[in-house]
């Protein structure tokens, strides 16, 4: 069996870099190509630090899918390029694994509607670690047994979108789980600082050198409060659920959103 041919998109930030890294070291998979206006003309490889692999960062995505026919492409960008670069490699029919958040839901609905024109995959994760996946899905069940929750989530000082895709998402499915049957409520004197709110969902986000990725959910009743945590403390533990979503996305019909769509 031939190895899946990768291309990385934001392959000299932070994420693009260990993308890198663990596609070469992947025994089935190899880096094709990899695209970011910052580091053009540079080896990839040599940019991840793990020594030249002969792939030269190129500035185009239409560009270099024609040159390189990459079976997959994974997007670690920006959330003002994101929605661009997915429609290329989808019209280009080419699958795509999305790890930039920021997407509006007007977005992902457009994204939808052309994979279904074009029978293209598409796979987007708000977060490839799987304890986050497993946080996610613990809270959707705890939803269905308390009455107020809040998230708090804490990213380091360079991320671009708050909240973070990984908040958003696990208020949706707390949402989705428990109804109509959370409550919110906000200061009414104009000053509160209560946080974004994603339905009666209030999320907090905490932008500081020194984080990673970090989430927790605060349930509350009476008498008593739970609360689920799931830090990240290296961009390693993000990898195997990269690779894993890289493996199985071609098989995935249309688009589908969250890495327990593959697990």
Do not use: W, Y
Request: proline share 3%.
């Amino acid at each position: 069996m031939s190895d899946i041919r990768v291309l990385v998109v934001g392959a000299s930030g932070r994420m693009g870099r260990e993308v890198v890294r663990a596609v070469a070291q992947a025994e089935d998979m190899t880096v094709a190509a990899a695209v970011d206006r910052c580091r053009a003309g540079e080896d990839a490889g040599r940019v991840a630090g793990i020594g030249p692999l002969g792939v030269v960062i190129s500035e185009s995505l239409s560009d270099v899918i024609a040159k390189s026919s990459p079976d997959a492409v994974v997007d670690f960008t920006l959330p003002t390029a994101v929605l661009g670069n997915v429609r290329t490699a989808v019209r280009a029919g080419v699958a795509c694994v999305v790890g930039t958040t920021g997407l509006t839901e007007k977005d992902v609905s457009e994204l939808k509607g052309l994979c279904e024109e074009r029978k293209q995959s598409v796979l987007i994760v708000p977060n490839f670690a799987i304890g986050a996946v497993l946080m996610m899905q613990f809270t959707a069940q705890a939803a269905r047994h308390f009455e107020a929750a809040e998230i708090v989530e804490l990213h380091h000082a360079g991320k671009a979108d708050a909240p973070s895709g990984t908040a958003l998402r696990t208020a949706q499915l707390m949402a989705r789980s428990a109804g109509s049957k959370f409550t919110g409520k906000d200061s009414s004197d104009g000053r509160s600082s209560r946080g974004q709110a994603e339905g009666a969902i209030h999320i907090h986000s905490v932008r500081l050198p020194g984080l990673v990725a970090h989430q927790e959910v605060i349930f509350g009743s009476l008498g008593e409060t739970l609360t689920i945590r799931h830090d990240s403390t290296s961009r390693e533990c993000f990898m195997p659920g990269v690779l894993l979503a890289i493996r199985r996305v071609r098989g995935i019909k249309g688009l589908a959103v969250g890495l327990e769509q593959v697990l």
